[in-house]
C-alpha cells in the first residue's frame, strides 16, 4: 500500500457528559497519517472516554468525529471499525478457545454471513502477519499458554491484519520488558513508515517520549497542552499538573523517631494471568507513620494494597506486627486492624450513612462504637449531619469523607488509602486534607496512602516510595522529591 | 470426523442386529439428538442460554400438526412448521440482544409456559389437553423411519459442524465470547446473534414438526414440556458443551440410560436427573470434553 | 357480592405469593442465586407438614414446626450440595457459574419432586386446617384457616421486617445484597452471611409450602408451576427487591382471581405471563428494580 497523508482523523469540540460529570470538555485534535502522536494525562482527565468516543462505543453530547472526512460521531462501532479504525485495547483479548492463528484469521474475514471458500488465503494471509510480529512458533497454540508479551503480539497481528489507517493504542508498553518494548516500538514504528496515524494514549510523557512525534496532554476533560515531549515536560502547566504546587512540601511533619515496624513488605511479586504487576517490591510501616506510595494507575499501587489487605494471591512475604499474614483470609486481616479503603470506595450505597458506619462498627461493644463514632463527627462533622441519607446520594467528597469514616470504625492500626482524592474538587480535597491531619494529632494511626496525586501526598507523608511498573523506583522524604524523583515522573 | 462416520456407520447397521423396540428408541434419540445439538449451537457460538428449547420445538410441532390436520401434505405442514419455529426463533432474538444474564433465560422459560397456556386456550385447533392427531405419517415400517431420522439428525450433525469450524462459526464465537472485541474488529454482533438463532429454529423446528408426523400425534407433554427441556439442556452438557458432536452423543447416552432402567419403574427420572446433577458437579466438560482433555494430557 | 369473593380470595392468594416471592427475592438479593428448585421446597415441606399431621397423627399444630424445618433442611442440603461446589468449582469459568447454578438446581427440584412423588405418590394433600370452622362476612361464608393463613403471611412478612431493619444480623443481610465486597473490607464473613440467609430462605418458603397445603392442596406436580410463579412475581417486582415483590404478588394474585372468577380458571395464569413477557421486553429491571 502506498503512502497515505493528510488528516485521518479530526475531532472537533468533543463533549461529553456522565451525569453530572463533565468528562470530556471541547476538545479537538488531528492525527494525520505517518505520524505518531502521544494523549497523555492522568488518572480521570478523559483519555478512555476519548478513545470510546472515537470507536463509536459512546456518544459525544456535542462535537464531531471525522474520519477520512466522513463524519463517523454516531455510527455503530463495527461500521466506525470498518471504515479504518482499529484498536489495541489497555488488556489483551483474545478468544480463549481459538488457537493464535485462528485469532489472527478473525482479523481478515469480512462482516458477512455467507463466506464459503478461499480459507486457504485467509490461512496464509495470516501466517504471513503471524511471522512478521514473531509469532510463528506459537500459533497453534491457545491463547492460555502464552507468554504476556505473546499476548499482546496477537493484539498487534490483528491491528496489521486489518490495517486501519488509524490505530488507537491503550497503554502500548505495559507490562513488558525492555526488550520486548524494544521490538515492539519497532513495529508501531512500522505503521508510521506505512503512513498511518497512530494515536498512543498513556499516563505520563516518559512512556511515549522515545516514538512519538508529537504529545497531548488532557487534565479533567480539557486539552491542556500540545508539542513535542521535550517541549511539555518542560510547559510549566503540565508539571503543575504532574508534581503539584511548589509550596507543598513545607508543612510541619510529625518528628521522627524510630518507630517499631508494623508491616513489613518482603519481596512481594504478583501477576495477573500473565502480566507481572509487582517485581519483588520491599518496605516497611511503622507505628503512626505515614507513608506514601506515588505512581501513575497501572503502576502496581492498587494491586499492591489488594494483595496486603488478602484480596490477591501473592508471592513472598507480608509480615504484620510480628506474624506471617499468609494464612488469613480478608475478612480476618481487616479484623486484625489493616483496614483497605479502595479507589473505588465500596459503599453500601442504598444504605443510610449512619447504616454504613454501624456496619463497620458491628464489631466493637456499644459504648467503643458510640466513642468512636463522636471521633468521627468530629472529623467528618458533614458526615453527622447526613446520618440518614443514602450513600449514593452523598457527593464526591462527602462519599469520600464516608468510606475513610468507615474504615476508621474499625479502629485500624494501618489505614490503607487508595486514591482518595480523586475525582474530588479542590474544595473537598481541602477537607479530606484537614481531616487527614486532625487525624494524625487525635490518634496514632499508620496511614498507608496511595495516589497519584502528588502535592496531597506531599503535605502528608513522612516517606515516599515512588512506584513504577510494578517496581520502587525511589525512596525518600517528601522534601527531596522534587529534587530528585520529579523529572521521571512526568 | 472419523469419530462422527464411526458412529454413522454403527448406528447404520442397526436395523439389522436391533429389534423394532432399539430401532424405535433410536428414532426418537434422533430426533431429539437433533434438538440437542441446535441448542449447543445456540449456547456455544452465541452464548445464550435457552432454557425453553420446547418453545421453538413445540412451535414447529403444533403447526405441522395443525397443518396436516387441517389437510396439508406432510411437505406443505413441515415447511409451515419450519416458517413458525423460525418466527419464534426472531421472536426470541430480539430480547437476546438487550437483556443479560438470567434475564434471557427467564424468557426463555417464559415463552414455553405462554405457549402451552395458547395450546390450551386455542383446544378446537389445537387438541389442548388430549393432544392433536395427525392424518399422515412417515410410515408403519420402523426401519423406514428409522433411517428418516438418521438422515435428518446425521444432516444436521454435518451442516452444524461445519458451520461451527467455518469463518462464519469463528465470527459466531467472537461475537457471543467479546462484543466489544468483535465490534473493534468490524463485525455486527447483532445480525451474527440472529443468524444463530434463525438456524437453531430451522432445525428444531424442522425435527420438532418431523417426530410429529413420526410418532401421529403432538401433546404438551411430548414437544412443549420443561422437562423435556431440561432433558434436552442435560444431553447437551453431558456430553460436551461447544461440539455440536457432543450433543448427539449426550442424547444417545441419556436416552439409552432411561430405556435400560425402565424396569426400576418410578424413581426411573429420579435415578437419570441425580446422575445427571452428578455428572454436572463433577464433569462440567461432559463426555466429550473430559475425553478431549485425557487426550491432550496423556 | 362477586366482588367481595374476588377481593377476599384475591389478598389470600395473594398473602400467599408474597411469602413464596420474598424468600425467593431474599436469595437474589443477597446471594445472587435464582433456585429454580423452590417449587419443589415448598412441597417436601408441605408433604411433611402433611405426613405429621395426618399420618403420624400429631395434628395441624405441630405439622407447622415440622414444615419449617422440613423447609430449612431443604434449604441447607441445596446449598450444600448443589449451588456451593459450583461455585467453588476451579473447573468452570467464572462467566459460566451462573448458568450452571441454575441448571443444577432445576436438577435438584425434578429430584426432589421425584422423590416426593416416590415417597408420597403424586396426587396432591391437604392439611387439615389449624383451626376449623366458618366465620360470616356480609353473605360471604369465610373458612377461618384462610383469613389465619394470611395473618400468620403478613406476620412472618413482618417479623422478617423488623429481623432485617432492626437486628445486627439483619443489618449483614442488607450489606450483603448491597455490596459483598465491601463486607469483606469491613470484617465481616460472608460465608456466615450466606448460611444465614440460606436458613432464612428455608424457613420462608417452608411456611408457605405448609399454608399453601392448608390453602390449595399441594403435590409434587405443582412444584414446576409454583418456581415459576415465584420467578414472574420477583421479576416483575424488581430481582432483589422485597418491596416490589410484595406489590406484584398481591397484583399478580389478583389478576389470577379476576381472571378466574370472570372469564375461565382454567386461563388464570394467563395475564400474568403475558405481564411478565411485556415487562421484559420494556421494562427488564421490574417496577422497583434498578438497572
Sequence with gaps: ?490 | MWKLLAVFLLLAMVPWLGSAYLLGTLTVACYFAVFAMSWDLLFGFANEVNFGPTFLIGAGAYTAGMLNWAGISIAGSLFGGVAAAEVCGLALAVPALRLTGPYFGLVTLASVLLLQQAVIIFAPFTGGEIGLTVRDVFSADPETNYWISLGVCVLTGVVLLLLSRSSVGLILQASSQDRLAAAALGFNVAKHKIAAFSISALFSGLAGAMLVFYMGAASIGTVIDISIGVQIIISAVLGGRRTIFGAALGTLALILAGEALRPVGEIRTFLVSGAALVAILFFPDGLVGQASRLWRTR | MTALRILIDSLAIGSLYALGAVGFTLMFGVCGILNLAHGATMVVAAMTAWMVAGRLGLGGVASLPAGLAAGVITALATYRLVVRPIQQSRALPEAEKEIFILTATLLWGILLREAVAYLFSDSPVSTPALIPGIVRLGRIRLPIDKLLDSFICWGAIAALWLLVNRTKMGQTLLGAAANPRAMTLLGHDLARVYRLTWILYGLLTGLAGVLLAGILGAGSAQSGQLTASAFTIVVLGGLGNVYGSLIAAYAVGTLETTTAYLLSPQIRSIPALLLLVLILYFRPQGLLGRR
Design chain 1, 1 to 490: 500500500m502506498d503512502a497515505l497523508s493528510g488528516t485521518e482523523l479530526k475531532v472537533e469540540g468533543l463533549t461529553k457528559r456522565f451525569g453530572g460529570l463533565t468528562a470530556v470538555k471541547n476538545v479537538s485534535f488531528s492525527l494525520w497519517g505517518g505520524e505518531i502522536t502521544g494523549l497523555i494525562g492522568p488518572n480521570g482527565s478523559g483519555k478512555s472516554t476519548i478513545m470510546k468516543l472515537v470507536m463509536g462505543l459512546e456518544r459525544p453530547d456535542a462535537g464531531s468525529v471525522q474520519i477520512g472526512g466522513e463524519e463517523t460521531a454516531r455510527w455503530a462501532p463495527h461500521r466506525i471499525a470498518r471504515r479504518g479504525i482499529g484498536i489495541l485495547f489497555q488488556h489483551s483479548r483474545p478468544l480463549p478457545r481459538q488457537t493464535v492463528i485462528e485469532n489472527i484469521m478473525l482479523a481478515l474475514l469480512p462482516d458477512r454471513l455467507l463466506h464459503w471458500g478461499r480459507r486457504s488465503e485467509v490461512l496464509e494471509r495470516a501466517e504471513w502477519i503471524a511471522e512478521r510480529v514473531g509469532l510463528s512458533e506459537v500459533r497453534h497454540r491457545l491463547p492460555a499458554t502464552l507468554s504476556f508479551a505473546d499476548l499482546r503480539r496477537i493484539e498487534l497481528a490483528k491491528a496489521l491484519a486489518r490495517d486501519p489507517r488509524i490505530l488507537l493504542i491503550d497503554e502500548p508498553f505495559a507490562g513488558l520488558t525492555p526488550l520486548e518494548v524494544e521490538s515492539f516500538s519497532a513495529l508501531i514504528a512500522g505503521f508510521r513508515e506505512n503512513g498511518r496515524a497512530v494515536l498512543l494514549v498513556d499516563h505520563n510523557v516518559r512512556s511515549v517520549a522515545a516514538l512519538a512525534d508529537r504529545v497531548i496532554v488532557l487534565h479533567h476533560g480539557e486539552l491542556v497542552c500540545e508539542g513535542t515531549a521535550a517541549e511539555v515536560t518542560r510547559d510549566p502547566e503540565v508539571r503543575r499538573i504532574y508534581l503539584g504546587e511548589e509550596a507543598d512540601t513545607a508543612s510541619a511533619k510529625m518528628p521522627r523517631h524510630p518507630a517499631p515496624p508494623l508491616l513489613e513488605v518482603d519481596k512481594l511479586s504478583l501477576s495477573y494471568g500473565r502480566a507481572r504487576v509487582l517485581s519483588e517490591m520491599s518496605f516497611s510501616v511503622g507505628e503512626g507513620e505515614f507513608v506514601a506510595v506515588i505512581g501513575h494507575n497501572g503502576s502496581g499501587k492498587t494491586s499492591l494494597f489488594n494483595a496486603i489487605s488478602g484480596f490477591v494471591d501473592y508471592a513472598g512475604g507480608l509480615v504484620w506486627r510480628g506474624s506471617d499474614m499468609r494464612r488469613l483470609g480478608a475478612a480476618a486481616i481487616a479484623r486484625a486492624g489493616i483496614v483497605h479503603c479502595p479507589e473505588t470506595r465500596e459503599l453500601f450505597g442504598p444504605l443510610t450513612v449512619r447504616q454504613n458506619l454501624d456496619l463497620a462498627g458491628s464489631h466493637l461493644p456499644r459504648a467503643d462504637m458510640e466513642a468512636q463514632l463522636d471521633l468521627i463527627h468530629s472529623i467528618f462533622p458533614r458526615l453527622a449531619e447526613r446520618r440518614d441519607q443514602a450513600a449514593q446520594s452523598l457527593s464526591g467528597g462527602e462519599q469520600q469523607m464516608l468510606a475513610i469514616a468507615r474504615s476508621l470504625m474499625m479502629r485500624p492500626k494501618l489505614l490503607i488509602l487508595d486514591e482518595p482524592t480523586l475525582g474530588l474538587a479542590p474544595v473537598a480535597l481541602n477537607q479530606i486534607s484537614d481531616a487527614l491531619d486532625m487525624l494524625r494529632k487525635n490518634s496514632g494511626i499508620a496511614v498507608l496512602l496511595g495516589e497519584q496525586n502528588v502535592s496531597f501526598a506531599l503535605r502528608h507523608a513522612d516517606r515516599i516510595h515512588v512506584l513504577e511498573r510494578g517496581r520502587i523506583t525511589w525512596t525518600g522524604p517528601a522534601d527531596r522529591f522534587r529534587s530528585e524523583a520529579a523529572s521521571g515522573y512526568i
